[in-house]
């Protein structure tokens, strides 16, 4: 068994849907997912994009991605990389895909001189918590999301 990590392409949107699907089933929030390969095709490789993929192969079929950004920290004054969605499907989940994914993320922070490396996790995703306390990750407590979508954000924005 060999994994690979790439950059995803136009090419993947098909596969990232896929596993799109599989982490919203995962999290019980399938009916949530509007994406489409078209939309991922505009959204994440259309010339305004500031999103970026990774496609994890294990001997080369795709078993695994991340989606990711810049993001900028005003106190640093430097970017710093946010890690959307972090998916590996279950047959290869104990392969290291994950932690594979998260150390190419890393390096990729590193070079770019980012002060972060952050993402969020679903509080009762334990298997993914477990990942992240081994690998060092702490968790920001003193810190609540907040998030505005569909019409509560399309009423705001008309005021």
């Not at 098909?14 to 949530?32: C, M, N, P, V």
């Not at 390969?37 to 959204?43: A, D, L, P, Q």
């Amino acid at each position: 068994m060999t994994l690979a990590i790439r950059d995803a392409t136009r090419a993947d949107a098909g596969t990232l849907l896929s596993f799109i699907r599989e982490l919203a089933i995962f999290e019980k929030a399938e009916h949530e997912v509007a994406a489409t390969v078209e939309t991922i095709e505009t959204s994440m490789f259309g010339p305004t994009s500031v999103t970026r993929g990774l496609i994890c192969e294990s001997d080369g079929k795709p078993v695994g991605m991340a989606i990711w950004f810049f993001n900028y920290s005003t106190w640093q004054a430097r970017n710093g990389l946010y890690l959307e969605d972090l998916y590996v499907t279950p047959n290869a989940r104990g392969l290291g895909a994950g932690k594979a994914l998260l150390r190419h993320l890393a390096k990729i922070a590193v070079e770019s001189g980012c002060g972060r490396f952050e993402w969020s996790v679903l509080d009762w995703n334990e298997p993914a918590i477990g990942v992240y306390d081994a690998i060092g990750a702490e968790p920001q407590k003193e810190w609540i999301r907040y998030r505005m979508a569909g019409d509560k954000l399309r009423d705001f924005a008309d005021g």
